[in-house]
């Protein structure tokens, strides 16, 4: 989640960024039993704040005139723009639409001066505030969600046509952190107006957003790979110099091309884990199988460090954009240019390759000492590419020139920015304790200029406070969320959540998705529905203005 400050004076909520929903959403006031104890934060005062709006029934945003609840203490019967979500699995939230000023990013634990929030891309947001919240929502530790698709709703879409954010483009950069703080507890970087090379160890590649008028941020996807022994990177591949030998699924053309169609192939931050057609995932299962000797499965499995980081890795293709941009990286020899299909797609050499290592699939349950994957291969159609798939790269979602940007990165923000995490919450030395390499961090090696859309820059140690970039994007710090997708469970842990400093980031509700898949892939969203693949456990998502 990423820390969103709110009103006049700023109240902070923490939110979900999410790639695969339209709306931002957050507890006000009026919401009952809306999951305060679980929250980072208390919920949002909207009498506290001198700037806030409730939008009239001729003003409405997203919703529509109804009769409904605003602020605590109201009656109930108040004529609002009620907006409201609902999820397969059985959540739901419901809202009243406001408008307020706001900003990302901040101290986490202050908001900005008057002076420095107007270079933190402050501008007016709409929004929901919540007046009603169920379960998955009432149980996460982030407040609310940061709806990222590509619709006029969301937020970097207001905060460009604000003039707040100069580039119609945002990245995200995860990394992985076995536990969450209510504190805050550092899980990677959102640029707002473009990408910061600075977190880049490979050059930048881009895939083709297939199908941008749906509002999701979809790729072709065109093969599978398994890299044999493991290996953390696309670069480790026996073809590109490396020691693991790759192994393709050789998946039926024809079932690829029905996986990509629809909504296609999804990239979606909300989303924890990776689901793939149930299709493709045969011919996985098949080819794991003959790789390592062990069955594949989704249940609780024992394993040392050295059986873990053996297992395959999985490399992914992906179509690449067609403005001809990854012709432009590297010398011309793309079987060197780590990213690049290469030599492992002689035909199609500037496809761009991912990777996730089993230490991005594999979640780790510290109570049971057993892992889990996080990589589902039986999903009744479509598939969806979440944050397991992302972490370890900054992905650029390029709005502007129809792309998808894929970087290796270890997403440290505090690394880069020379920043102390919030509370020093990671236990990190403070920076007059450590060496930082701001200034002198190279720009990644075969990565040439700056595409359109892209912004490199380096933030100065004066006027740029915890994750404010006053040039042309605004980079803020991620934070770990306590959130399952699918119906894993969001319950607290079995000590109080109050008076624990460390909040587990898995549970051991891995079963109930075997109960809920069936129900979620049932669903069949109307037309207008603001919907994504697998969101929360949530097969689809209901805008509804019923």
């Keep these: 989640y990423v820390d969103l400050w709110v009103g006049t004076p700023p109240q902070r909520q923490t939110v979900i960024v999410d790639t695969g929903s339209g709306q931002t959403a957050f507890p006000c006031s009026g919401c009952e039993d809306c999951g305060e104890s679980y929250h980072t934060d208390s919920y949002f005062i909207e009498a506290d704040s001198s700037t806030f709006e409730?939008?009239?029934?001729?003003?409405?945003?997203?919703?529509?005139?109804?009769?409904?609840?605003?602020?605590?203490?109201s009656s109930g019967k108040e004529s609002i723009c009620q907006v409201s979500m609902s999820y397969s699995e059985g959540s739901k939230w419901s809202a009243y639409e406001s408008r307020d000023l706001a900003y990302a990013g901040g101290t986490h634990f202050e908001a900005l001066s008057a002076e420095e929030v107007e270079s933190a891309g402050q501008f007016p947001l709409y929004f929901g505030c919540q007046t009603l919240l169920t379960k998955l929502f009432l149980t996460?530790?982030?407040?609310?969600?940061?709806?990222?698709?590509?619709?006029?709703?969301?937020?970097w879409s207001q905060m460009y046509e604000s003039g707040a954010m100069s580039e119609k483009s945002f990245s995200l950069c995860f990394t992985r952190q076995p536990t969450a703080s209510r504190e805050g507890t550092e899980a990677g970087a959102l640029t707002l107006g473009g990408t910061d090379a600075r977190f880049h160890m490979t050059p930048l590649v881009y895939a083709r957003n297939v199908k941008p008028s749906s509002g999701y941020f979809t790729v072709n996807l065109k093969n599978i790979y398994l890299q044999e022994g493991g290996g953390e990177s696309a670069g480790t591949s026996s073809v590109q110099g490396g020691q693991y030998a790759i192994h393709a699924l050789e998946v039926d053309p024809a079932i690829l091309q029905k996986?990509?169609?629809?909504?296609?192939?999804?990239?979606?931050?909300?989303?924890?884990?990776?689901?793939?057609?149930?299709?493709?995932?045969?011919?996985?299962?098949?080819?794991?199988?003959?790789?390592?000797?062990?069955?594949?499965?989704?249940?609780?499995?024992?394993?040392?460090?050295?059986?873990?980081h053996s297992l395959p890795t999985v490399l992914f293709q992906f179509e690449a954009s067609g403005d001809g941009a990854n012709e432009n990286i590297g010398d011309g020899t793309k079987e060197t240019v780590v990213g690049l299909t290469g030599a492992i797609d002689e035909s199609s050499p500037t496809d761009v390759i991912v990777a996730m290592p089993a230490s991005h699939y594999m979640f780790y349950d510290e109570d049971e000492n057993t892992y889990q994957s996080g990589l589902y291969i039986d999903k009744r159609s479509g598939s969806t590419l979440g944050a397991n798939l992302m972490m370890g790269h900054d992905v650029l979602f390029d709005v502007a020139n129809g792309r998808i940007g894929f970087a290796e990165s270890d997403c440290d923000y505090f690394d880069v920015t020379?920043?102390?995490?919030?509370?020093?919450?990671?236990?990190?030395?403070?920076?007059?304790?450590?060496?930082?390499?701001?200034?002198?961090?190279?720009?990644?090696?075969?990565?040439?200029?700056?595409?359109?859309?892209?912004?490199?820059?380096?933030?100065?140690?004066?006027?740029?406070?915890?994750?404010?970039?006053?040039?042309?994007?605004?980079?803020?710090?991620?934070?770990?969320?306590?959130?399952?997708?699918?119906?894993?469970?969001?319950?607290?842990?079995?000590?109080?959540?109050?008076?624990?400093?460390?909040?587990?980031?898995?549970?051991?509700?891995?079963?109930?998705y075997q109960e809920e898949i069936e129900d979620a892939d049932d669903t069949a969203p109307d037309e207008e529905e603001d919907e994504s693949s697998s969101h929360d456990g949530r097969d689809t998502k209901d805008e509804s203005d019923r």
């Design 54 to 73: 409730r939008l009239e029934c001729d003003a409405c945003y997203k919703g529509h005139c109804a009769k409904g609840k605003t602020e605590a203490g």
């Design 140 to 155: 996460q530790l982030a407040d609310g969600i940061m709806g990222m698709v590509n619709k006029g709703t969301s937020y």
């Design 259 to 308: 996986a990509n169609s629809g909504h296609s192939v999804i990239v979606d931050s909300g989303t924890t884990m990776t689901y793939l057609d149930k299709k493709i995932g045969a011919v996985l299962k098949a080819k794991w199988e003959e790789i390592t000797g062990m069955d594949y499965t989704n249940d609780a499995v024992t394993l040392t460090d050295e059986q873990l």
């Design 418 to 512: 020379g920043h102390t995490p919030p509370g020093n919450a990671n236990g990190r030395e403070g920076p007059d304790e450590q060496e930082s390499d701001v200034e002198d961090r190279p720009p990644p090696s075969g990565q040439i200029g700056v595409s359109p859309g892209e912004t490199d820059v380096v933030c100065p140690t004066t006027g740029c406070k915890m994750g404010v970039l006053a040039v042309v994007s605004v980079l803020v710090t991620l934070f770990i969320v306590y959130r399952r997708r699918y119906g894993y469970g969001s319950r607290p842990t079995r000590r109080d959540r109050r008076g624990t400093a460390a909040v587990p980031t898995m549970d051991d509700d891995f079963e109930l």
